[in-house]
């Protein structure tokens, strides 16, 4: 069983900025593309960024240019720096990644982080 666990979120002002973690732990497994959603209240599950084992990314429209997603494979870690942030930006981030254990392909859930931007 693997597990991902995200950490960093919080109240932010108009401006600023956050940094979220999402670790993944687990036995004997191995990670291909890792991403972060986020989801609004009353809105649907939306994709913010993706990276894949070898660095390429992809950004949804209205986060390119303030975040930015990264990862470290040594640690199974994926992080997502956003900066200036705005209230749209309020949402539970949601970390995800591509898993595969033993001859299984998973897709894994974190749990989600409260990031929440209001003055």
């Known amino acids: 069983q693997v597990r991902l666990v995200e950490s960093g979120g919080g109240l932010v002002q108009p401006g600023g900025s956050l940094r979220l973690s999402c670790l993944a732990s687990g036995r004997a497994f191995s990670i291909n593309a890792m991403g972060w959603y986020r989801q609004a209240p009353g809105k649907q599950r939306e994709l913010v960024a993706t990276i894949t084992s070898g660095g390429s990314t992809i950004y949804t429209d209205s986060v390119k240019g303030r975040f930015t997603i990264s990862r470290d494979n040594a640690k199974n870690t994926v992080y997502l720096q956003m900066n200036s942030l705005t209230p749209e930006d309020t949402a539970v981030y949601f970390c995800?990644?591509?898993?595969?254990?033993?001859?299984?392909?998973?897709?894994?859930w974190g749990q989600g982080t409260q990031v929440t931007v209001s003055s």
């Open positions: 995800n990644a591509g898993v595969v254990v033993g001859a299984f392909a998973l897709n894994a």
